[in-house]
T-cell receptor
Framework: GNSVTQMEGPVTLSEEAFLTINCTYTATGYPSLFWYVQYPGEGLQLLLKATKADDKGSNKGFEATYRKETTSFHLEKGSVQVSDSAVYFCALSGGGADGLTFGKGTHLIIQP | NAGVTQTPKFQVLKTGQSMTLQCAQDMNHEYMSWYRQDPGMGLRLIHYSVGAGITDQGEVPNGYNVSRSTTEDFPLRLLSAAPSQTSVYFC????????????FGPGTRLTVT
């Protein structure tokens, strides 16, 4: 079956630091890949996505590249802000109707 | 356009009680789903629906029932609550019959004592 593995954290960084959150996946076929963000007390919001190999998703300064050869979709941001503090989920869709498969989430804490 | 709405926001139940978590969307999405979120477990799919009148089980369906009589609504029923069902529940929807790029509601935090 499908699975997603991501670093769980918490990850604590200083403001303006470079961020990488690793995500690797196992899936049959050609999944679509997503990063969702959950701010405290809220639901999940789609941050970015990529639907085929070598696609780069980007939004709000975050980006991630779909690497089929390494089955990875690492999230990066060049300079984080305190407002980026949240839980980040990597997820995949196998293309069917049976839902998204999520990683366990990475709690990111940005200190001023 | 309210997106995906869920009620209630918080609920406390005693073991054995029943209740229904409500979910509605106003985006005319065909696909709707329920997830539960537990610490260290990520989100796990409970049930999903690809359209009105059609539902199917996800990864963790035991103890939960769903129905989809309209495109807009997708309630989740707990028939006899157990402490293991203490969790945060999220409803989600998406445009197509497939699961990708889902829009999530704000969640219902349920405690079963």
């Amino acid at each position: 079956g499908n699975s997603v593995t991501q670093m769980e954290g918490p990850v604590t960084l200083s403001e303006e630091a470079f961020l990488t959150i690793n995500c690797t996946y196992t899936a049959t076929g050609y999944p679509s890949l997503f990063w969702y963000v959950q701010y405290p007390g809220e639901g999940l919001q789609l941050l970015l996505k990529a639907t085929k190999a070598d696609d780069k998703g980007s939004n709000k300064g975050f980006e991630a590249t779909y690497r089929k050869e390494t089955t990875s979709f690492h999230l990066e941001k060049g300079s984080v802000q305190v407002s980026d503090s949240a839980v980040y989920f990597c997820a995949l869709s196998g293309g069917g109707a049976d839902g998204l498969t999520f990683g366990k989430g990475t709690h990111l804490i940005i200190q001023p | 356009n309210a997106g995906v709405t869920q009620t209630p926001k918080f609920q406390v139940l005693k073991t054995g009680q029943s209740m229904t978590l409500q979910c509605a969307q106003d985006m005319n999405h065909e696909y709707m789903s329920w997830y539960r979120q537990d610490p260290g477990m990520g989100l796990r799919l409970i049930h999903y629906s690809v359209g009105a009148g059609i539902t199917d089980q996800g990864e963790v369906p035991n103890g939960y029932n769903v129905s989809r009589s309209t495109t807009e609504d997708f309630p989740l029923r707990l028939l006899s609550a157990a402490p293991s069902q203490t969790s945060v529940y999220f409803c989600a929807s998406s445009y197509s019959g497939q699961a990708h790029e889902q829009y999530f509601g704000p969640g219902t935090r349920l405690t079963v004592t």
